[in-house]
């Protein structure tokens, strides 16, 4: 028996079987589906004193430089705002938007999140994402260098994929990572450091 359960806006998730996503979610991941953990202000909104302003749904980086600059400071006139975090795609970005971006990390924490679902380029094919894996890697690469915080958005369980592939994947990426810190000159602690704080998180994420 599946349990039951629905949020405060009617909207069930897929693994739940009166879910409008059920009967698809079943047919293409038999092996289970996960909805999406959130977590609370005790008190509720008035007891929250400062906000993000979260740019989470589709491709927030789709827009010419200016435009997304007027949308950007729109969004950090409230003073509770102390932050920015933005959702976009790896093959939505580039030095011009990442410049912007990271003209508001001095006064506000400011995040990218980048979604790629998979680590696997099969997988993407097969989902119909329109970028692989490297072109995620380059965008990331690019993201460090303007010293903007990251976070990517994984799908755990997609068709032909299981625990041992995306973990086997994410140490390779690891070990890539460390390899490249070592021949910058960077000692061992700070390749420790550097590979679990930032790269690995990168990988996945539950």
């Known amino acids: 028996a599946i349990p039951y359960y629905q949020n405060k806006y009617g909207h069930s998730i897929s693994a739940i079987d009166d879910s409008l996503y059920y009967e698809t979610a079943s047919k293409y991941l038999p092996n289970g589906t996960c909805g999406v953990v959130s977590f609370g202000v005790k008190g509720g909104r008035k007891a929250a004193e400062k906000f993000m302003s979260y740019f989470q749904a589709y491709t927030n980086t789709y827009k010419p430089v200016k435009e997304l600059e007027k949308i950007y400071n729109s969004a950090t006139k409230n003073e509770k705002i102390i932050g920015l975090s933005i959702g976009t ?15 508001y990390k001095d006064d506000y924490y400011t995040w990218i999140e980048y979604g790629l679902q998979s680590c696997h380029d099969k997988t993407l094919k097969l989902i119909n994402r329109g970028h692989d894996f490297d072109c995620f890697k380059r965008a990331v690469e690019k993201t460090k260098k303007y010293g903007i915080n990251i976070c990517t958005h994984v799908i755990l369980g997609l068709p032909d994929e299981n625990k041992e592939a995306v973990y086997t994947r994410m140490i ?10 070592k021949a910058q000159g960077e000692s061992e602690a700070q390749i420790i450091k550097n590979t679990t704080d930032k790269e690995v998180s990168v990988m996945i994420s539950q």
Do not use: F, G, H, M
């Open 89 to 103: 795609r790896p093959d939505c970005i580039d030095d011009d938007k990442l410049k912007l971006i990271a003209s």
């Open 172 to 181: 390779t990426e690891r070990n890539n990572i460390a390899a490249a810190y």
